[in-house]
């Protein structure tokens, strides 16, 4: 059975000239790894998954798994037909992994049973555990509470990246204890993990992410006021980093670390240069 607690970065795909940039993924990968991270989500929106052909989403798992050990990995799994879902899930699952990130079909917006049905063959399939992803603002449909209670009572469905707002339904899974909760709402984050949540899966926590870390042992610690401060010194950067749409000002800062390139793939574009000067006064207050 896989752990997912921690905090566990979801990855950006960097790119020179239209590529996948490897060397700069592998820079990114290393640091990441010595700030202490649980461990990293592969082409999930942050890894702008739907803009990579599925050749490229794999080589970039390759290349991570190359790095990184397998039970540190989860890889992104979205799309909207599940016959193509399944082959590319067996695919996937040829290597090792920690797990497979899953989101609703998108456009679709299927009814509550049809969503029920998709996850579970999903999850009948798997040989690695599943994590829920919650994101109904990006898929376009809501899973109702009781809906989602029936999913993850799935025995291979492990976990789930919360994203939908919803309060109640965050302390009831955390309560009924079915799957682990992981905060997918960077500001979230501190609140999820107070309510007893296992951790997070934070796209901002590219940048100081050994202070996400030591956030989340402050509170697995009982260290609520070390928390506390670590969660408002990080807020301006949480809130930073989606000023512009995802990932492109996370690549921007990681840009001005010298980390990888700032460059998105199309129709994402760069960050303006207004959302680029607050950046760095950003970063400069967090002495990166």
Known sequence: MSNFQGIWVALVTPFRNGEIDFTSLDRLLGKLLEDGVAGFVVCGTTGEAAALSQVEQLAVLD??????????????LA????????????????????????????????????????????????????????????????????????????????????????????????????????????TQIFNTLC??????????????????????QCVAGGDLQGARQLHYQLLPWMQAAFAEANPSAIK??????????????????????ATRERLREVLARLKC
């Not at 290349?63 to 992104?76: F, S, Y």
């Not at 016959?83 to 917006?109: F, K, N, T």
């Not at 800062?253 to 240069?273: H, Y």
């Open 63 to 76: 290349a991570v798994l190359q790095r990184v050990p397998a039970e540190r990995v989860i890889m992104g």
């Open 79 to 186: 799309g909207n037909q599940l016959s193509a879902l399944l082959d590319l899930q067996r695919e996937i699952q040829r290597r090792p992994l920690a797990g497979l990130l899953v989101p609703a079909p998108y456009y679709i917006r299927p009814s509550q049973a049809g969503l029920e049905h998709f996850f579970t063959t999903l999850a009948d399939a798997a040989e690695v555990p599943l994590v829920l992803y919650d994101i109904p603002y990006r898929t376009g449909i809501r899973i109702e509470r009781d809906t989602l209670r029936r999913i993850v009572s799935h025995p291979n469905i492990q976990a789930i990246k919360d994203c939908a707002g919803d309060a109640e339904t965050t302390m009831t899974l955390i309560a009924e204890g079915l799957v682990q909760v992981l905060a997918g709402e960077d």
């Open 195 to 216: 309510l007893g949540g296992a951790g997070a899966i934070s796209a901002s926590a590219h940048i100081r992410a050994d202070l996400y870390v030591r956030m989340q």
């Open 252 to 273: 921007a800062a990681l840009a001005l670390q010298g980390l990888i390139g700032e460059e998105p793939r199309a129709p994402l574009l760069p960050c303006t240069e």
